[in-house]
């Protein structure tokens, strides 16, 4: 008995110790996102690689051209990164891209594209490129990377592209490898591995903009059960090579159902976090209401589009501060989780802020903004050195130059510092409530807050004119607070008496952040993810206030098992229960529980199937959708964010749509349509009924029943 209990033991801690080292809470990191070949040249030998040759440019004034960098370059810098103290490393598509130059009809090079710098034209997932490694298109640079990045205490966060290979009419015409053997072939293809819908015309059309080629790319047939395979088995390759995190890439284009799975299939090969691109506006964009179904439902967050389009309005155009507190309130309604959206400024398709307005105190401003807001923060390389290129307006590719400056002393570089630092410190950054204050005109302030900690934040975006401010209501408690910037954006200090702040001046341009801390006596949850996972997927807690002594994890009534416990974070598995919707809490050794949040548990390991429908009564003109047994169909209900669907009709009446179901499983499901008015219309009869395959793809065809 006491050997056994000794066993147990030495296992547990094994597990913790595994678990704590894997464990994803991306909501304390800062993310540093680089273009790999922009950033730093650390191996000369890869730049000109004898099986793609030509595509180098030493005098970095062709921008279509590779200009050197690579992931030895990348982690040369390390130390720079570190001390900047960014977190995490978005680095840009590492996958093989193609080996010739793109040329037109004309037998010249495309003036738009020629190399693939970016990482964007593949030809082989399965490994690496040699422009960013080593010529053998070996794994060696790319572990030393990501070896020296975990020691340093940054994770990696992989921008990942699975919806096409390369461009069909010029180069490798499409053509995919596996390992650097033929794979499949675009032209020849009678397996049917891409889609062949031609290029995309109408971005209104749900099925041209997922289906349809962009930028003559060839679009991957995911349904397909070998391109399924091949995609997910790259990724999980990177995964198992270091990479921590996945963005993906150009989401809206990819099948929305069969992305469910493919998270799906990231987080069960190894805990993880993703957030997808969904190139969007605001909430007067047609696809807002697809793209918060997608961030709710997926298993991975977005990129916050909205949020970063204000930000950019705000501080280049003049626009008022209540357009930022516009869109954050709105999502905070139609977006589950908006702590986990992924924030920033400035990336590498859209014109830089400096080159929208070239004014450093506003690039300071919104900075400290996206740092201190509610989401995940992300700094685009060179920001905090002011880097920009003004060529045709600062846009692809000029919004891409070569990093040129590594100054640790610019303004830009000690802001990012400092608040780096302090969203590890004050929990109140990542996972506290963002409250607004003051926000009009010239003016934002407001309040993030989280169990004991406060951090307040005030902005006046006006270079000329202090500006009023009268008491507010803060959590802060009594207290001088000096800026906690030290004054680098012209901060105040502020007082604050029982409860309300002194009435104040915001100097001209300035950035206040006013903290405290302090000890927490009952647990606090923050966060968790993923917030969809089966039975048997690692979960991570993070917040305050757990313990040191190990206690539990409720889903619902039932304990999850823990593999590691820390005071600020919890690793469990799912535990074996019924599909659907539960709050998830935490019970610490003294008994205390914790505040709870949603977790969505699904019946088994997803695999995309598509649903075929033929006779689609011609009142179905809002939609068709389907709903069923199961939570990862709708659990019998009929609202659309629920509901799967709309199904896609490019031949009506016959329609079909990709869904990812719980692998080896029975599903019934039935199917509505909705009418001009949005009234429900059911089919009538009994349910059909799928049985879904244990593995691979899967399609069914079923009448609708009059």
């Known amino acids: 008995m006491v050997l056994q209990k000794r066993c147990l033991a030495v296992a547990f801690f094994a597990l913790a110790c595994c678990a704590s080292i894997s464990a994803q809470d991306f909501r304390k990191q800062v993310i540093y996102q680089i273009i790999t070949d922009r950033f730093y040249d650390g191996d000369p030998s890869n730049n000109n690689p004898p099986q793609s040759p030509g595509m180098y440019d030493a005098t970095k004034t062709n921008w279509q051209a590779y200009w050197g960098g690579d992931f030895a370059g990348i982690q040369q810098k390390l130390p720079y990164m570190k001390e900047m103290g960014v977190t995490a490393l978005w680095i840009s598509p590492s996958t093989d891209n193609i080996n010739v130059p793109m040329m037109g009809p004309d037998g010249k090079p495309l003036s738009y594209l020629f190399a693939p710098y970016h990482g964007y034209i593949n030809r082989d997932f399965t490994r690496t490129d040699e422009h960013f490694g080593d010529v053998a298109n070996s794994w060696k640079p790319f572990d030393a990377m990501t070896k020296a990045a975990h020691a340093d205490g940054m994770q990696i966060v992989l921008d990942f592209s699975p919806n096409d290979s390369n461009l ?61 395979t091949y995609i997910k088995d790259s990724i999980h390759r990177f995964q198992d090579h270091g990479v921590d995190a996945v963005r993906l890439d150009a989401v809206r ?137 003004d060529t045709n307006e600062g846009r692809d590719p000029y919004t891409r130059p070569w990093m040129s400056s590594f100054d640790t002393t610019t303004s830009g570089f000690r802001l990012v510092k400092n608040l780096a630092a302090l969203r590890q410190s004050n929990n109140a950054l990542a996972y506290g409530s963002m409250d607004f204050l003051v926000s009009a005109g010239k003016v934002l302030v407001f309040e993030r807050h989280f169990a004991n900690d406060t951090v307040v934040v005030a902005i006046n975006k006006d270079d000329k004119t202090a500006q009023p401010i009268a008491s507010f209501a803060t959590k802060l408690p009594a207290g001088t607070y000096q800026d906690h910037l030290g004054g680098l954006i012209g901060g105040a200090a502020l007082n604050v008496t029982a409860g309300s702040s002194a009435a104040l ?152 749509l990709d869904i990812s179901v719980p692998a080896g499983k029975t599903v019934h499901f039935s199917l509505f349509a909705l009418d001009k008015n949005n009234a429900v219309v059911r089919e009538r009869g009994e349910p059909h009924a799928l049985n879904v395959p244990a593995s691979g793809t899967g399609k069914i065809t079923v009448d609708w029943q009059p």
């Open 505 to 656: 001046q915001l100097p001209p341009h300035s950035v206040s952040v006013w903290q405290s801390t302090a000890p927490v006596t009952t647990p606090a949850l923050g966060s968790f993810w993923p917030t969809i996972a089966q039975p048997g997927m690692q979960i991570t807690l993070a917040g305050a206030g757990f313990g040191a002594r190990p206690g539990q994890i409720n889903v619902g009534t039932t304990r999850a098992i823990v593999l590691s416990w820390k005071d600020s974070l919890v690793v469990a598995r799912v535990p074996e229960i019924t599909n659907g919707v539960y709050d998830v809490g935490i019970k610490t050794a003294a008994g205390q529980l914790s505040n709870t949040s949603s977790l969505e548990v699904l019946q088994a390991k997803l695999i995309p199937v598509t649903f075929t429908v033929h006779n689609v009564p011609p009142q179905s003109s809002a939609g068709l959708f389907l709903t069923g047994d199961t939570v990862e169909v709708g659990s019998w209900k009929t609202d659309t964010a629920s509901a799967a669907g709309p199904f896609l009709c490019p031949h009506a009446p016959e329609c079909f």
């Open 168 to 228: 069909v009419n010029t180069a490798e015409h499409g053509d995919l490898r596996i390992d650097g053997k033929p794979f499949a072939q675009y032209n020849h293809d009678p397996d049917g591995m891409f889609h062949h819908n031609g290029d995309l015309v109408d971005i209104n059309d749900r099925f041209q903009l997922q289906y349809a080629n962009i930028f003559d790319l060839a679009d991957l047939n995911h349904q397909n059960p070998a391109i399924d």
């Open 253 to 389: 284009h990819i099948s929305w159902g069969w992305a469910y799975s493919f998270a799906n299939s990231l987080y069960s090969h190894k805990p993880s976090f993703m957030f997808g691109e969904w190139f969007m506006g605001g909430p007067a964009d047609p696809y807002y209401a697809d793209a918060c179904k997608f961030a709710n439902r997926s298993g991975m967050s977005l990129l916050d589009y909205p949020f970063a389009i204000a930000i950019r309005d705000v501080f280049a155009n003049d626009a008022d501060f209540s357009t930022i507190s516009k869109i954050v309130l709105q999502e905070q309604k139609d977006i589950t989780n908006p702590g986990d959206l992924v924030t920033f400024v400035d990336n590498h398709d859209i014109p830089r802020l400096m080159t929208m307005r070239n004014d450093r105190n506003r690039l300071d401003e919104a900075t400290a903004l996206v740092l201190t807001a509610r989401g995940i923060p992300i700094v685009y390389y060179g920001d905090e050195q002011y880097l920009h290129n």
